[in-house]
C-alpha cells in the first residue's frame, strides 16, 4: 500500500468495480473472474495436498481402484450434460474437474470457486437414480457459475483484504484464504437465496439435457426420509429447509415447463457406476 497513492488506488478501484466487479446480473463483486479462476486452482491444489482429509480417487485404474478410468468416465459424461447448458455462463472460462472423494460414511458434495467440483462416494451409493445425481451436479455447477463462494468471501472477509490480493500486496493471503477455503467448503453455508438460486439454476441447466429437470427435487426428497428416520446427512447441515425446496423445485420445473421423466440409460447404467465402477 506504501507505493500508491490514495488517488491510484481509488482509480484501480474504479476500474475494478466499473469492468469486472459485476455479476450477470449486476450485483457487486469485488473478485474478478480471473480471480476466482486463480482461487479455485489454489484450493484445488490444498485440497489435492490433503489425502486424509479428502481421499482422492484417481483417473487412472490403481489396485484400490481397478475401474477409476470408466468411473470418470461416466461422470464426466454426466458432467459434460450439464455444462452443454447454454445457461452456464463461464463454460468456457472455469475448469470445470470434478473429482470423486472416497468416503462411503459422508452424504456431500461442494465445489470450488472456477469451478471444481467434489463428489463423496457416500452421495453416489445413496442416491438410486441417475438424474438425482445430475440435480445435485447441476447445484453445485450453479454455485460456481454464479460465483457463489466469491460473494460469500466477500461478506467474509470484507472488502479490503480482497483487494490487498486483487492489488497482490500480499501474495501469502491468497493462499490463505484458499487453505481456509478448503478446510471449510464441505461445511460452507450459503444464504438462503443463493440457495435457492442455486436450485433452479439445477432445474435450468437440466432442463436442457436428457435427465429429469427436477433431479434435484428427489435428492432432496431422500435427504428427508433419512433425517426422518434418524440420519443427518452432512448436505442438509448446509442447506437446510428441504421441504420448501423440494415444492421450490418442483414449482420452477412447471413453470419452465421441462421434462420431469426420468432418464433412461444404456450401459454402462447409473447402478453399473455406483455398484460396480466405483470402489467397495
Ligand atoms: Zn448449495
Known sequence: ??????????????????????????NFLLFSVQNDIDL???VADEIASDPTQFPILPRINTTNCPHCFDAYAYLDNMVDAILSSQDVAYRNEFAWEVHLIDNDEILNAFATPGGYIYVYTGLIKFLEQADDLAGVLGHEIAHADQRHSSKQLQRQYGVSILLSII????????TEVAGTLAGTLGTLSFSRSLESEADEYSVIYLSETDYACNGAFSFFQKLIDL??????PEFLSTHPDPSTRVEAINEKASEIGCSTEVISESSPTYDNFRFDLLPD
Not at 500500500?1 to 449486476?26: E, Q
Not at 433425517?227 to 443427518?232: F, I, N, P, V, Y
Request: charged share 15%; glycine share 14%.
Open 1 to 26: 500500500m506504501k507505493t500508491i497513492k490514495p488517488a491510484i488506488l481509488f482509480l484501480i478501484l474504479l476500474s475494478t468495480v466499473l469492468f469486472v466487479s459485476c455479476d450477470k446480473n449486476g
Open 40 to 42: 479455485g486452482a489454489q
Open 167 to 174: 492489488l497482490g500486496e500480499e501474495p501469502g493471503q491468497l
Open 227 to 232: 433425517e426422518q428416520t434418524g440420519g443427518t
